[in-house]
Nanobody, 124 residues
Framework: QVQLVEPGGGLVQAGEALRLSCVAS????????MGWFRQAPGKEREFVAA????????YYADSVKGRFTISRDNSKNTVYLQRNSLKPEATAVYFC?????????????????WGQGTQVTVSS
């Protein structure tokens, strides 16, 4: 079982940037893919970005392409989500996820473990 801890989040102004991080423990970090999901008020949880076990391949939801960047540092057991040019519609709880081995985490059925979630609020 993988444990995920997400420090960070908070309140930012529209147009600003913010980086989320997620620290994993419990299984060798380089043995599984990672992803980020989010859930806005009154909406279903949705996929945001995913990264392969090696960090060599990334995937993004169409709504965030070009503005969000997912990366990982396997030496620090950490995955990041850099978000630039934030818009108010990015306000949501962001969840870090670990996959079932090397299967890419682009949908909830591929998720093995969830972080506790971190609130990000973008003010206009």
């Amino acid at each position: 079982q993988v444990q995920l801890v997400e420090p960070g989040g908070g309140l930012v102004q529209a147009g600003e940037a913010l980086r989320l991080s997620c620290v994993a423990s419990g299984r060798p970090f380089s043995s599984y893919a990672m992803g980020w999901f989010r859930q806005a008020p009154g909406k279903e949880r949705e996929f945001v970005a995913a990264i392969s076990w090696s960090g060599g391949t990334t995937y993004y939801a169409d709504s965030v392409k070009g503005r969000f960047t997912i990366s990982r540092d396997n030496s620090k057991n950490t995955v990041y989500l850099q978000r630039n040019s934030l818009k108010p519609e990015a306000t949501a709880v962001y969840f870090c996820t670990a996959g079932r081995g090397r299967v890419v985490v682009t949908n909830t059925t591929a998720v093995s473990s969830w972080g506790q979630g971190t609130q990000v609020t973008v003010s206009s």
